[in-house]
């Protein structure tokens, strides 16, 4: 193990995909065990996501979810990666972080976006339009300002208990997320491991315009992306085929379906564009055996100076997921990493 690796942070985010065979509540339930096998692996943190009216996505609800992890475990670090503020009120999610942080003090992690809903339909159901998006720096700040007390918006109104409490926010770096991080003095989470040159753009621009602030002294840098490790190539690239594809047929057709399993995928006939689609998705990312992962890590931290991998991996098969995160465990010499693996 390098001295880079072991230096650095690792981290877990489940978007609580759905698969053929199971539905949105175990979806649920399959996020918060996997808390709990990331949590004795010596994981960092568990982070979950926000997702509105998407098929094969259970995690609509991060601040809910995020509750029961944090309620089901007892040392990780629980979060949201992330809280999509232009869909909310920034007093809403002050409270709602500010209940979390009052339940399990020096946990909760709050991971902030610039998202809207990816639909005309979604973003009249939430109340929301596109343009909302802009707004981010403003309600960022505003959000900010209901924990310190600095908010001057609203006179007189409070967000109970979130003032006087300091709940660690992260930026996710889409649009202008990074820009908006360093001006406002943040950590920054940016993605994904596919995009090396924006990837690398996005953190340097990020560093070069830190301004420190009373939340962060320093830059702090969170690469996301997906990690499969297997004991063969073949076994980890089959980690990848269930997501490829979801995402694949998604850009074909519109919606977003539930993962299959990898021996389904491998026999269906895709359309040429399907196939493109595919086979592209399952490129760039750092997945094979440990000494090939660890190898891609440490280029990809000595790269880029992060101070943490936060790994996004989807996959249809969990026994196998599981497997992959003992084995990046042993990698990056956490706590509680296996000696060895068991042959899956």
């Known amino acids: 193990m390098s001295s880079a690796i072991a230096s650095t942070r690792f981290s877990f985010l489940d978007r609580s995909r759905t698969r053929e065979g199971y539905d949105g509540p ?16 010596g994981y960092y943190r568990f982070w979950v ?15 809910v979810l995020a509750a029961a992890v944090a309620a089901a475990t007892s040392t ?22 500010g209940v979390l942080a009052s339940l399990f003090p020096g946990r909760i992690d709050m991971g902030l976006g610039r998202s809207v809903g990816f639909t005309d339909g979604i973003r009249r159901a939430l109340g929301r ?9 403003g309600q960022l700040s505003e959000l900010l300002g209901w924990f310190d007390g600095t ?50 753009r996005a953190v340097e621009g990020y560093r070069s315009g830190f ?6 002294s320093e830059p702090y840098v969170v690469v996301a992306g997906t990690v499969a490790v297997a004991e063969t190539e073949e076994a980890a690239r089959r980690l990848l085929v269930p997501e490829a594809w979801s995402m694949a047929y998604a850009r074909s057709h519109g919606s977003f379906p539930p993962l299959a399993t990898a021996e389904r995928i491998e026999g269906l006939t895709m359309t040429p564009k399907e196939r493109e689609l595919y086979e592209s998705g399952l ?47 042993r990698i990056a010499g956490l706590r509680g990493a296996p000696d060895t693996v068991a042959v899956t």
């Open 26 to 41: 175990q979806a649920l339930r399959d996020t918060v065990r996997l808390a709990g096998t990331a949590e004795a692996l």
């Open 49 to 63: 996501a926000e997702h509105h009216s998407v098929p094969g996505v259970a995690g609509s609800a991060p601040t």
């Open 76 to 97: 990780i670090r629980v979060g949201t990666g992330g809280v999509m503020l232009p869909n909310h009120q920034p007093f809403v999610v002050a409270e709602q972080f």
């Open 129 to 137: 339009d596109k343009e909302d998006a802009d707004a981010f720096a």
């Open 151 to 200: 908010q001057r918006a609203h006179p007189q109104v409070h967000a109970r208990p979130a003032e006087g409490l300091r709940v660690p926010p992260y930026v996710l770096a889409t649009g202008e997320g990074a820009a908006i991080a360093a001006a406002a003095g943040l950590p920054l989470v940016v993605g994904d491991l596919r995009g090396r040159e924006k990837l690398m």
């Open 211 to 216: 301004r420190p602030s009373a939340w962060a």
């Open 283 to 329: 490129r760039g990312h750092l997945a094979g055996t440990e000494d090939a992962v660890a190898a891609g890590l440490e280029l990809v931290v000595g790269e880029t100076g992060a101070d943490e991998v936060l790994v996004t991996t989807s996959t249809y098969d969990r026994e196998a997921l599981v497997d992959s995160l003992e084995r990046l465990a």
